[in-house]
């Protein structure tokens, strides 16, 4: 079974200062990862997505995260904060195709962004 | 190209009342899935269905009954509602195969308050 762990239900950062939001993942397999972002009162958005390609993975608007199988982490990360950003962010696994590729999320992380 | 689309966007029940949800999509995706969205747990898969005709329970299937009489529609029903079921709930569709290539598309939600 997979599983991910967000550390951090809450990060606040400042406009212009560097996010990042940890996501550690459980899997027997190779995994899928993924992050999606959810803007206030709306569905979830894919930002990037992990499938073995190339560790380090660019996403929309500015994101991108980095895949490291020692530390079975995918943290996601942003150069420079904008208010924009400001959301909630879940990162996900799925297994290997069939079985309905079904996602397991994280607990999510909401991102406040300061002037 | 509506995308996913679901009905109602919010309502509110008394305790006991019944009621279905309403997940459209104009994608052909084989595969749909419902969610539910409490705070601080994420999402977590209801059911899900890999073909017009075929359902699966998910995580938290208990109180929850879906049907899928077509590709484009599934259908989350709730037969006495209680409390406990108040969330925001999340339909979403995708095309079976890699993971990494075919993506979830996820509707706008639905808020339902069970009083």
């Known amino acids: 079974a997979q599983s991910v762990t967000q550390l951090g239900s809450h990060v606040s950062v400042s406009e212009g200062a560097l996010v990042l939001l940890r996501c550690n993942y459980s899997?027997?397999?190779?995994?899928?990862l993924f992050w999606y972002v959810q803007y206030p009162n709306q569905g979830l958005q894919l930002l990037l997505k992990?499938?073995?390609?190339?560790?380090l993975v660019k996403g929309i608007n500015g994101f991108e995260a980095e895949f490291k199988k020692s530390e079975t982490s995918f943290h996601l990360t942003k150069p420079s904060a904008h208010m924009s950003d400001a959301a909630e962010y879940f990162c996900?696994?799925?297994?290997?195709?069939?079985?309905?590729?079904?996602?397991?999320f994280g607990t999510g992380t909401q991102l406040k962004v300061e002037l | 190209n509506a995308g996913v689309t679901q009905t109602p966007k919010f309502r509110v029940l008394k305790t006991g009342q019944s009621m279905t949800l309403l997940c459209a999509q104009d994608?052909?995706?084989?595969?749909m899935y419902w969610y539910r969205q409490d705070p601080g747990m994420g999402l977590r898969l209801i059911h899900y269905?890999?073909?017009?005709?075929?359902?699966a329970k998910g995580e938290v299937p208990d109180g929850y009954n879906v049907s899928r009489l077509k590709k484009q529609n599934f259908l989350l029903g709730l037969e006495s509602a209680a409390p406990s079921q108040t969330s925001v709930y999340f339909c979403?569709?995708?095309?079976?195969?890699?993971?990494?290539?075919?993506?979830?598309?996820f509707g706008p939600g639905t808020r339902l308050t069970v009083l």
């Open positions: 269905s890999v073909g017009e005709g075929t359902t």
């Open positions: 992990y499938t073995s390609a190339a560790t």
């Open positions: 899997s027997s397999v190779p995994p899928y």
């Open positions: 996900a696994v799925s297994g290997p195709t069939g079985g309905g590729n079904k996602l397991t």
């Open positions: 979403a569709s995708r095309t079976p195969g890699d993971p990494g290539v075919n993506e979830q598309f």
């Open positions: 994608m052909n995706h084989e595969y």
